[in-house]
């Protein structure tokens, strides 16, 4: 194993060819998209190094495991059924165990022996088109079967909205309360409601009985809405980051009868600008400011939180939205020269700081930068009445591009999470898929990475140790898949200030490249 140190020295990196890369000699990763068995029954794991004996809990990871059912198999890497895996930690041993989602469209491919629901990319027959659209909506989520929600509106108990879905990406605040977004669809066009679920001790039922719509917002385009996969929360305001990557509507709807997949109709519109509509949580009141950036695609964000007067927002962005089409399996399968061209036509994603003056109004003074904190390289420009055009500071070095770009960002949530922070942890992505772990300090933008050639690790989530005082206290997850080595998959366990590892569990069976995962204390 290596772990690295590198400083950047040239302070704000100059977006070099982060559009196109010309890698060249990929190795194939074909055995990522194999269909796996589930493990009912919890395995033993094989320990090397060693595994902290304070961490003590479930390691819940999701993806797709299934590629084919009876001869028909699926077109897109996100059709797959849900695979669920569990790393039960304790007394320095790991076991795993894993099962697919018991969904209804699972069962229902699995009575008829072949795809009986469209999915992503993939077009089957019978297919409700209701199912398949709203399994679109949330195709990263963790384990549960999608429904249509009634939720209250928060200010108007008596009225009720339909709110399709939800983001695979909650946040939490404080005081337990989680909030959430989900689309609905009216004769007016597509609105974006911010969800809110009261904490457990004022829902102790655990429902949503007492969700309620904290805000509704309007889609600029009332037919096409955007895709979103997360949202922005600080202390006091949630950010929703209205993107070009559009779902044409009549294209999704009547995809079946056209023998189309969905992805079809989800495109990239670079004519139009990304909005950042800011919400306050406490009235449920959208800011007649309306902060524009240009054209992004972002898929995470790292954090945001509030500063004399600013909201400062971190997110994974990249300059092209095209991506999510290019995760074709047959693209994923590809070798050689093939497999190259795929990944060199890809935009690079890289960590970018967004900072937005929370204080404009009729008397700030239109062309000038509003943001005035100190050493800050990003621009916050009043264009006219109720709008701010900003534009990002890089946070990252040269150095980063090295590895790919950042994605799957995280950080030390049940101690930052809207708060100033100094670290956040990434896969670097030199690859279709994460190759590598990537640490970032922001003080000096400097970054450890955890690489080895062949080895593909999954986004790291930071687990605290007990009492935890200092930011990095605490230990690295991550499943690293050696898809050209038979069985060889293991979880990895990093420590977090020097980042290098501690141990590994060794699983004795071949499990698929996932996508979102979460860890479960049981102290």
Not at 99 to 127: Q, W
């Amino acid at each position: 194993m290596s772990s690295m140190n590198r400083l950047n020295t040239s302070g704000r990196s100059q977006n070099k060819d982060q559009h196109l890369t010309d890698v060249l000699g990929l190795p194939c990763i074909e055995n990522l998209v194999c269909s796996a068995d589930e493990t009912p029954e919890p395995i033993a794991t094989t320990i090397t190094g060693n595994i902290p004996f304070w961490i003590k809990g479930n390691f819940l990871r999701n993806g797709p495991g299934k590629f084919e059912i009876g001869r028909s198999s699926f077109n897109h890497w996100f059709d797959g059924m849900a695979l669920m895996h569990q790393f039960h930690i304790e007394d320095g041993k790991v076991t795993y165990m894993s099962r697919f989602l018991n969904s209804d469209c699972y069962k229902e491919n699995l009575e008829h022996n072949r795809i009986m629901v469209s999915e992503f990319g993939t077009i089957a027959m019978p297919d409700p088109c209701k199912k398949f659209f709203q399994r679109f909506l949330s195709r990263f989520e963790l384990p549960s079967d999608q429904v249509t929600m009634r939720i209250r509106w928060k200010q108007k108990k008596s009225k009720f909205v339909a709110v399709n879905g939800a983001t695979a990406h909650p946040h939490v605040d404080p005081d337990g309360s989680t909030y959430n977004m989900g689309n609905s669809y009216t004769r007016k066009g597509a609105f974006y409601n911010i969800i809110m679920v009261p904490s457990k001790k004022a829902n102790p039922n655990d429902t949503l009985e007492g969700a309620s719509v904290v805000c509704s917002i309007p889609s600029e385009d009332k037919s096409k809405p955007s895709y979103y996969h997360s949202f922005a929360m600080s202390e006091n305001y949630v950010v929703f980051i209205e993107q070009p990557i559009k779902m044409d509507l009549l294209k999704i709807v009547t995809s079946k009868m056209r023998g189309k997949g969905i992805n079809e109709g989800v495109y990239w519109d670079p004519k139009r600008n990304t909005v950042f509509h800011v919400i306050n949580k406490h009235t449920g009141k959208l800011s007649l400011i309306k902060y524009y950036a240009k054209p992004l695609s972002t898929f995470h964000q790292i954090n945001c939180y509030e500063e004399n007067g600013f909201l400062i927002m971190d997110m994974c962005c990249s300059d092209d939205g095209q991506a999510i089409n290019n995760y074709l399996i047959q693209n994923l399968k590809k070798s050689g020269n093939a497999l190259d061209e795929v990944y060199n036509t890809m935009c690079r994603v890289f960590p970018r700081r967004f900072v937005l003056p929370l204080n404009v109004d009729s008397h700030t003074l239109c062309g000038q930068n509003l943001n005035t904190r100190l050493n800050s390289t990003a621009t916050a420009i009043k264009t006219d009445k109720n709008k701010v055009f900003c534009t990002h500071e890089d946070l990252h070095g040269d150095d980063l591009s090295e590895y790919g770009g950042l994605e799957f960002p995280h950080i030390n949530y049940s101690m930052c999470n809207s708060c100033p922070y100094r670290y956040f942890y990434g896969c670097g992505f030199r690859h279709l898929v994460g190759d590598s772990l990537i640490k970032m300090d922001l003080q000096g933008k400097q970054i450890k990475v955890w690489k080895h050639a062949g080895m593909y690790p999954s986004e790291p989530i930071f687990v605290s140790s007990p009492g935890a005082v200092e930011e990095e206290d605490g230990v690295i997850l991550s499943v690293v898949i050696t898809p050209n080595q038979d069985k060889s998959t293991f979880l990895l366990v990093l420590d977090t200030k020097r980042f290098e590892e501690l141990g590994r569990a060794e699983v004795p069976i071949s499990i698929p490249y996932g996508f979102h995962g979460t860890f479960r204390n049981r102290h």
